[in-house]
């Protein structure tokens, strides 16, 4: 019964690949790939961790990388890396399970689901209705390139997050209490101060079900028009997105063939999270341009609504006063060695008004833009000595309403919010064949 239940979820059981016994967890694990985008000093350290040993590092392409010379070679490089580590024992036996996941960080333990999802019940594109919802707006531009790491990969490990909107949060604390009683499938620290991650396997009839029907009380409890909306995408969307798009090409050239509907490749692996969990804290993403006429932000960003700025002395001081709840929007702009408070009319998310204003300036000026996580990497960011560049600050998304907001409006702007600062980003360690 449970099987049906979770094929209506969009949900299947994963056959997942689990390192070797002697496999060193600790250099195995690795942050998602889409993190600290502007800081090559982290992701040199991660390879100085890993040295010569196994490692999913070498399975993933962190997008510091993607525009720079040698993508090809590197990808290759990835996927000769895959069926070596198939070939020669890295991996233990595959094991059919979910996995409880237990995410320990300085202020509290995250906790999460590993399951696989139907690609079919998912979708990114704006103004379409699915099971799986993306919460941010998708850039089909920088698609190709994530499609290009997946095509032809024979392993996928998942960094993407999705969310369920059980505001008592007791759905995933329940599931744990069941399981943990068995002796984990892994646990390790972290590398760079990241926390610790255990996982426990969910693989009896009893312990699904129990979760697919909890799911299906959560999916009830809904208005018509969001009962076939039970999971929100809040983190890795993109990479989602390209999974998809592989899929529908490997379909569209595969059809007819028997038993397509079940090749792997229709599902990605994913760790489903509760909206409401302490350890989710949503934090703003924050954006740095960088070109020669950065300068003209400050009168940009002056024709918001109703804006009033006010020079702060201050990063600490700006900081405090962006995420500060006043009643108004607020944004931070550091520029030029100066530090500026945008106050505006609060007709809706701040992302949403900035983003476009945003969008037109790169295109008038030329200018470049990233999306960085944490204030202080925006402030290293704007000192950079090769370029010159801006910061813009913005303030925290609210959970209350979340889903709410999303089932009404549709997707937000792209990058509009984090689940977390970049440390606390999901951790490669599940592996599963994406390849017939």
């Known amino acids: ?20 016994s002697g496999v060193d967890l600790k250099k195995w694990a690795v942050i998602a790939c889409d993190q600290f985008t502007q800081d090559a000093e982290y992701w040199e350290a991660a390879s100085a961790v890993v040295g010569d ?32 580590y198939l070939e020669q024992g890295v991996f233990a036996p595959p094991v059919k399970t979910f996995v409880y996941v237990e995410r320990a960080m300085p202020f509290g333990v995250r906790r999460g689901l590993v399951a696989a999802i139907d690609l079919e019940r998912y979708e990114w594109r704006q103004g379409k209705k699915a099971l799986i919802r993306t919460t941010e ?38 599931l744990g209490e069941r399981v943990k009683a068995a002796a984990p499938l ?43 909306f039970l999971f929100a995408v809040g983190d890795g969307n993109h990479s989602l997105a390209a999974a998809k798009g592989v899929w529908e090409e490997y379909k569209e050239s595969h059809a007819g063939e028997r038993g397509i509907e079940r090749h ?38 002056s024709t918001l609504p109703g804006a009033v700025v006010t020079r702060i002395g201050n990063g600490k001081e700006l900081s405090a006063l962006t995420a500060a709840f006043s009643g108004k929007n607020r944004l931070g702009l550091v520029l030029d060695s100066g530090f500026y408070l945008i106050e505006f009319a609060d007709c809706g998310l701040a992302v949403a008004l900035l983003q476009p204003l945003l969008d037109g300036f790169v295109k008038e000026t030329g200018a470049s833009i990233d999306y960085v996580h944490g204030e202080d990497a925006v402030f290293r960011a704007v000192q950079h000595p090769a370029r010159r560049g801006a910061g813009i600050l913005l303030p925290p998304v609210q959970k209350s309403g979340f889903f709410e907001t999303i089932s009404r409006l549709g997707a937000l702007p792209r990058k509009s919010f984090s689940l977390g600062e970049a440390s606390e980003k999901r951790f490669y360690f599940e592996c599963r064949k994406i390849e017939a």
């Open 137 to 174: 707006g998708t850039a089909p531009e920088r698609l190709p390139s994530r499609m290009d790491v997946r095509r032809g990969a024979p392993l996928e490990s998942p960094h993407v997050l999705l969310l369920i909107n059980d505001k008592a949060d007791a759905l995933l604390p329940a």
């Open 53 to 84: 040993a196994p490692s999913t590092l070498r399975l993933i392409f962190p997008e510091i990388y993607l525009e720079k010379p040698g993508k090809q070679e590197r990808i290759e490089c990835i996927h000769r890396t895959m069926r070596t």
């Open 264 to 301: 792997p490749a229709r599902y990605a692996m994913v760790e489903i999270e509760c909206l409401y969990d302490v350890g989710i804290r949503f934090e703003p993403i924050h954006r740095v341009l960088f070109g020669e006429r950065v300068n003209g932000l400050l009168e940009t960003l």
């Open 186 to 228: 892994y646990h390790t620290d972290l590398m760079l101060d990241s926390g610790a991650v255990t996982g426990w396997a969910v693989n009896t009839e009893e312990d699904i079900s129990f979760f697919v029907q909890n799911l299906e009380t959560l999916a009830s409890g809904g208005r018509e028009d969001e009962t076939s």
């Open 1 to 20: 019964m449970y099987r049906e239940m979770l094929s209506r979820f969009g949900l299947a059981t994963p056959e997942i690949l689990f390192p070797a």
